[in-house]
Every structure is written in structure tokens, then in C-alpha cells.
């Protein structure tokens, strides 16, 4: 298994556009999780799906964020309009989870380091 | 919000030294695991102990939890350059889909 897939790695972007970040996890997985990296802030959850549905995304920090997963082995993060301080690094990951609960550990991505000027 | 926070934050050793860094968390889990992020990259899973265990080891790991003071360490024996990375610790609450991390201790292993 290549593992989970981010793309792209990095994305400069002007105050404004949208910005998609898209993440194939494992296959098999059944959970999908959306964090966010600052020096700030540490690592946040954005948020979470289990079977392609989103189950919580009360991280998700405005309604510029929205996040989809239309199948099994794709999702995406969309900013729409982006701003400066949404400049981080974004981590998509998977899991196998067991009636709602982490028994497992989490494979993440390499991530998609976010530039928005 | 963070609910692990290690300890200490940043550490620096001789290769072939051994490294300990600490985790503490306020309520109780279902297991807490270590991770360690490359500069540069995704975090990696390095070992997951349960709540009724109380020491793992995996290869030069061993993690060691302590329920009734609620904190976790992390031991990396005859460390290497290669060791350098931030390690974070995360956990899992009873029942709980989310995986809360730390701020990361921040290791280097000097040559």
C-alpha cells in the first residue's frame, strides 16, 4: 500500500482564491481525518468521517472550510476565500475504527503545506 | 484542544545516549499512543499502549503508562542521528473516535 496520499505537497496561493486540498487514504480504512499544523497551535482537528459520512467538524474554525467524501478512497478540503492566516500545514489521515472508537493507530499523510499571500 | 502535553519541550543528546520524554493528560483513555513527524513530513505511529497495560516495548521503544497519574513515557535506547524528529504523544478517550495530540517534544541526536 503506497499509504495515504496528499496532493499537492505544497500550494502558494493570493488572499481570496480557493484553495482544494484532496487526500486518498488506505484502503480498507474506514475513518478519514482532516488536522491542521501550526507552531501556534499545534495539531487540530478539523474533521472527522467514518464511512464517507462526516461525523463531527465542529473544528472546522469558519464556513470558508468545507469538506467532502464522495467515496471510500477520495476526499477534499476546500477554502473558499482563503486568507493569510489559514497559511499552515494541512494532514489528512486514516484509520480502522471499531464501533465509533480508536483502537488503532492513525497513518498519515506528508501533507500540503498551505502559503496564502 | 491539546489534552497530552509533553515534557520536555525540546531535548538534546549525544548519539548512543538515551532519550525520555514525558507525557501528561487531565482525563482518562482508552490507550495513548507516541508519534514521531520528520521535519518536513506527516507524523509517523510508533507504538499504541491500552489503558490496562502498564509497559511496551517495541524494538529500542519502551512506553510506559501510568493511569492513576495520568502520564506516558516515551524511552529511546542508544539513540541515533536518524532519531531526530519531534515526538508527539496522543490520546484516546473510552469509547471516543477522537485522538487528541500534544505540542510535541522536539529531539536532537548529535552525532
Known sequence: ?117 | SQQGEEDPQALSIQEGENATMNCSYKTSINNLQWYRQNSGRGLVHLILIRSNEREKHSGRLRVTLDTSKKSSSLLITASRAADTASYFCATAGAGSYQLTFGKGTKLSVIP
Open chain 1, 1 to 117: 500500500d503506497a499509504g495515504v496520499i496528499q496532493s499537492p505537497r505544497h500550494e502558494v496561493t493570493e488572499m481570496g482564491q480557493e484553495v482544494t486540498l484532496r487526500c486518498k487514504p488506505i484502503s480498507g480504512h474506514n475513518s478519514l481525518f482532516w488536522y491542521r499544523q501550526t507552531m501556534m497551535r499545534g495539531l487540530e482537528l478539523l474533521i472527522y468521517f467514518n464511512n464517507n459520512v462526516p461525523i463531527d467538524d465542529s473544528g472546522m474554525p469558519e464556513d470558508r472550510f468545507s469538506a467532502k467524501m464522495p467515496n471510500a478512497s477520495f476526499s477534499t478540503l476546500k477554502i473558499q476565500p482563503s486568507e493569510p492566516r489559514d497559511s499552515a500545514v494541512y494532514f489528512c489521515a486514516s484509520s480502522f475504527l471499531a464501533g465509533g472508537a480508536t483502537n488503532y493507530g492513525y497513518t498519515f499523510g506528508s501533507g500540503t503545506r498551505l502559503t496564502v499571500v
